[in-house]
């Protein structure tokens, strides 16, 4: 007792963690014997025997919970992912042999087959179950079937009303397909969260037969255009600075400056810069990598949620435009977290 209290916050912690780790990779080892244990069962029971009261045992929950602390509902969560993983026998050695968590495969069990067991099994050991439910959802959405693209590609934007005696004030959009449909206008309400006074403007043009679709095109580019020229002015500094600091032999710091959060989040929003990610973001990832370029371009910026960012730098699944370097991999402390994006509120009082 007396040792206990000699230990320092970090050292109980590490010896908390280390004991922690011990008893869940042996509950994971039982876990994967169960399914063994009752086929040993189900046949002693033809013979007129059971395997488990001869053991002392009446059931083969109360045998878990005895040994090892399980539950009902974990017991039959581990004899079903058996069950499903049957005919990949990759999948199955893993939850047998205890690899991984029967959690972390119920997770994959959606996506898995004979032929990509090996890219899954390898996926289950090097994620985290937050960035495992991504990986899943992303690849479903990669690998599922698009109906209707065609007709997607001939879609326009009307800033027209529910009907023609709507209010003037919207904040709803209606899409119009093409020739596609038989001539008929299949109306879809769409959120664009305009501003009364902006949406009479435009109504007001549309009804004058003035181009509106070409002003928000417009003005979409120029926007773009500014955007990357005050990236490159900025880029330009900031290597300008980590030149210089390398100069006097002084370490480029991680922080990211205000300037390159408040311009990565005119770009990218709040939310994570994934495809099809709805996410908030809670890091800033460097494309090429901090530990290598020393610098936060924010060129190579994209801000992420923690399981996107976690898919990068493991190099199993990316988005990026560029691919993570190996030497990235060794560097995950690079990593930016929520407090230091760039919030709405900042954005008011930045110079």
């Given at each position: 007792?007396?040792?206990?209290?000699k230990l320092s916050?970090?050292?109980?912690?590490?010896?908390?963690?280390?004991w922690g780790a011990?008893?869940l990779?042996?509950?994971?080892?039982?876990g994967g014997?169960?399914?063994e244990v009752?086929?040993?069962?189900l046949a002693?029971?033809t013979?007129?025997g059971?395997?488990?009261k001869?053991?002392?045992?009446t059931?083969?929950?109360?045998?878990?919970?005895?040994l090892?602390?399980?539950?009902?509902?974990?017991?039959?969560?581990?004899?079903?992912?058996?069950?499903r993983?049957?005919?990949?026998?990759?999948?199955?050695?893993?939850?047998?042999?205890?690899?991984?968590?029967?959690n972390?495969l119920?997770r994959?069990?959606?996506?898995?087959?004979?032929?990509?067991?090996r890219?899954?099994?390898?996926?289950?050991?090097a994620l985290?179950k937050?960035?495992?439910?991504?990986f899943?959802?992303?690849?479903?959405r990669?690998?599922?079937?698009t109906?209707?693209?065609?007709e997607?590609k001939?879609?326009?934007?009307?800033?027209y009303?529910?009907n023609e005696?709507?209010?003037?004030?919207?904040?709803e959009?209606?899409?119009?397909?093409?020739?596609?449909?038989?001539?008929?206008?299949?109306?879809?309400?769409?959120p664009?969260n305009?501003d009364e006074?902006?949406?009479?403007?435009?109504?007001?043009?549309q009804?004058k037969?003035i181009?509106v679709?070409?002003?928000?095109r417009?003005?979409l580019r120029?926007s773009?255009?500014k955007?990357?020229?005050e990236?490159?002015?900025i880029?330009?500094r900031?290597?300008?600075?980590?030149?210089?600091?390398?100069i006097?032999?002084f370490?480029?710091?991680?922080y990211?400056?205000?300037?390159v959060?408040?311009?990565?989040?005119?770009?990218f929003?709040?939310k994570?810069?994934?495809p099809?990610c709805?996410?908030?973001?809670e890091?800033?990832?460097?494309e090429?990598?901090?530990a290598?370029?020393?610098?936060?371009?924010?060129?190579?910026?994209?801000?992420?949620?923690?399981?996107h960012?976690?898919l990068?730098?493991?190099?199993k699944?990316?988005?990026?435009?560029?691919?993570?370097h190996?030497d990235e991999l060794?560097?995950?402390?690079?990593?930016?977290?929520?407090?230091?994006l760039?919030?709405a509120?900042e954005?008011a009082?930045?110079?």
């Amino acid at each position: 007792m007396n040792n206990l209290q000699k230990l320092s916050d970090k050292e109980l912690y590490t010896i908390c963690k280390k004991w922690g780790a011990t008893v869940l990779e042996a509950r994971r080892k039982f876990g994967g014997l169960l399914p063994e244990v009752q086929r040993r069962e189900l046949a002693s029971r033809t013979k007129g025997g059971s395997w488990l009261k001869k053991r002392g045992f009446t059931c083969m929950y109360e045998f878990a919970a005895r040994l090892a602390g399980m539950s009902q509902p974990q017991v039959d969560e581990v004899i079903r992912q058996d069950k499903r993983f049957e005919d990949k026998p990759m999948l199955r050695a893993a939850l047998v042999n205890g690899e991984v968590s029967v959690n972390k495969l119920a997770r994959v069990v959606s996506i898995a087959t004979v032929e990509n067991q090996r890219e899954i099994l390898e996926k289950v050991k090097a994620l985290s179950k937050v960035a495992l439910d991504i990986f899943v959802k992303d690849y479903k959405r990669e690998n599922e079937k698009t109906d209707g693209l065609e007709e997607t590609k001939n879609r326009q934007i009307s800033l027209y009303g529910r009907n023609e005696n709507a209010d003037i004030g919207l904040t709803e959009a209606i899409v119009k397909t093409g020739p596609e449909q038989g001539g008929q206008t299949q109306p879809k309400k769409l959120p664009v969260n305009l501003d009364e006074d902006i949406a009479k403007e435009l109504l007001e043009m549309q009804a004058k037969n003035i181009d509106v679709n070409g002003l928000l095109r417009e003005f979409l580019r120029e926007s773009k255009v500014k955007l990357e020229r005050e990236k490159s002015e900025i880029a330009e500094r900031q290597i300008q600075k980590r030149d210089g600091r390398a100069i006097i032999g002084f370490p480029a710091k991680r922080y990211v400056p205000m300037e390159v959060r408040k311009i990565v989040r005119e770009e990218f929003g709040d939310k994570c810069a994934m495809p099809g990610c709805a996410k908030s973001a809670e890091n800033l990832h460097h494309e090429k990598g901090f530990a290598k370029e020393q610098c936060h371009d924010p060129r190579y910026l994209k801000p992420m949620c923690k399981g996107h960012h976690e898919l990068v730098h493991a190099r199993k699944f990316t988005h990026a435009d560029e691919p993570v370097h190996a030497d990235e991999l060794a560097h995950a402390d690079e990593l930016v977290h929520a407090d230091e994006l760039v919030h709405a509120d900042e954005l008011a009082h930045a110079g």
